[in-house]
């Protein structure tokens, strides 16, 4: 019974999405903290630091995954 082959993972594609979420999250974070404090007593504090952390989440996995692929990179055999 044959299994079938590993399914490769993209590391540069998931990096450049991680990237993009990560640098939507950090801006509409910032826009919503700013409204937030504006208007005290609100949610938009609470909802725009979730997005921070958010954001900085997603900018460590795209690095995480920068890594994944440069390591990738190295190993891989010279032809």
């Excluded at 993009?20 to 950090?26: E, L, S, T």
């Excluded at 909802?47 to 900018?59: E, F, H, R, Y």
Aim: overall charge positive.
């Amino acid at each position: 019974m044959d299994s079938p082959p590993p399914i490769r993972v993209n590391w540069r594609m998931n990096a450049m999405m991680a990237r993009f979420v990560g640098v939507v999250a950090i801006a509409s974070g910032f826009v919503m903290g700013i409204y937030g404090l504006e208007d005290q007593g609100s949610r938009w504090l609470q909802t725009a630091l979730g997005l921070l952390v958010t954001g900085m989440l997603a900018q460590g996995y795209a690095l995480y995954c920068s890594i994944k692929r440069m390591q990738e990179l190295h190993d891989r055999p010279k032809p």
